[in-house]
């Protein structure tokens, strides 16, 4: 399986500031619905409407987005801004504001990357995924080495060591290039 690099899609922030500098006058509607599945869960559905001048009576594009309360550390507290932020992504993108093959956001991106079947971590994993943190020497192999630390299942002590010493590294690396 390919890993892709969250840094590498765009924020949805981005979009909406790129939509509101391009159209000052526009509007961004949306509609959160929240109805209660058969299984309890609580589910978000929101549709966002964008119209790029005051005047118009029919959106220039529209965006659709679902979140179900509880499938992620985001959605267990933030499920209906979790849904409303990806419909308006959704809704820039088919506007637009989405740069040629990176439609997704990077919210979408997070999204994907939470649902990926994990493999447990066996210690030896650990290790090699530690030794392979270390010898990141730029922020693109730091990205994917990320972006593969995240599949796999590790206890939470386990995930909080690989955490700081990424964050470490991260700042290194960042040092470093403000030296050069």
């Known amino acids: 399986m390919g890993y892709f690099n969250l840094e590498q899609y765009e924020p949805v922030e981005n979009r909406i500031r790129a939509f ?45 987005a679902t979140e179900i309360e509880g499938t992620s550390p985001v959605n267990r507290a933030n499920a209906s801004e979790n849904c409303e932020t990806s419909s308006i992504g959704r809704c820039l993108a088919n506007l637009g504001f989405a740069a040629k093959g990176k439609r997704p956001s990077r919210e ?37 080495w990320s972006a593969y630390a995240a599949t796999f299942n590790m206890p939470e002590g386990k995930r909080s060591e690989l955490l700081r010493a990424f964050n470490d590294k991260r700042r290194h690396l960042v040092k470093s290039s403000e030296v050069a």
């Open 20 to 64: 509101w500098l391009k159209y000052p006058n526009g509007r961004l509607l949306t509609d959160l619905n929240r109805t209660e599945r058969a299984d309890g869960r609580v589910e978000w559905i929101c549709r966002t409407e964008a119209y790029t001048s005051s005047d118009e009576l029919r959106p220039q594009a529209t965006g659709y």
């Open 108 to 144: 979408e991106m997070g999204k994907a990357m939470r649902g990926v079947a994990r493999k447990d971590l066996n210690s030896g994993e650990y290790e090699a995924l530690l030794k392979q943190l270390i010898s990141c020497t730029t922020q693109e192999q730091l990205g994917a």
